[in-house]
């Protein structure tokens, strides 16, 4: 499946993936994520924290859906750093571009996207991405405000020189 998917492609998706895109050996530069915190760069609040020492203990997630539970105030954030730590194998990565789809009701409400111009080969790195939280719907404040679960996905892309290498998909409760 390699190569049906460009940068543009995953631009325009309006909803989120039924399936993943790319499989682990498409991974041929050896990006592994190695950790990922999530917080309110406002108040300094963490809502979530993992590292790891194994490289490839997330493998996992090249082929499984990434859980996630939250509690509802993460929605009324206004701005959220996102920390993820990860690593690169023996080549050189030039213009990595990371894509993030998030939708709530299977509408899509925010797209991020990042470019990296350059991780050494064999290198390890912490890069944070500051995000915007965007506005809510009506019927999503509602349910917040009747304390419903608010469920979410996310598709998360990885190109490297315009090749799709990683898709992480995951979902959110936020309770």
Excluded: W
């Amino acid at each position: 499946m390699q190569g049906l998917y460009t940068l543009e492609s995953v631009l325009n998706m309006q909803s989120p993936t039924e399936n993943f895109l790319v499989k682990l050996e498409d991974n041929i530069y050896g990006i592994r994520f190695k950790g990922f915190k999530l917080r309110d760069c406002d108040t300094k609040e963490i809502y979530h924290s993992f590292e790891t020492n194994n490289v490839y203990e997330l493998d996992y997630f090249a082929s499984n859906i990434l859980t996630y539970e939250f509690p509802q105030k993460l929605l009324r954030v206004k701005t959220v750093g996102s920390n993820l730590k990860l690593v690169v194998g023996d080549q050189l990565v030039e213009n990595l571009d990371l894509v993030e789809r998030h939708y709530i009701d299977d509408k899509l409400v925010a797209s991020y996207r990042f470019n990296f111009p350059i991780f050494m080969p064999n290198s390890e790195n912490n890069v944070e991405f500051i995000y915007s939280v965007p506005s809510l719907s009506e019927e999503t404040i509602k349910k917040i405000g009747m304390r419903q679960v608010v469920e979410a996905k996310s598709d998360t892309f990885i190109f490297v020189k315009g090749i799709l290498v990683i898709h992480r998909r995951a979902e959110y409760k936020y309770i």
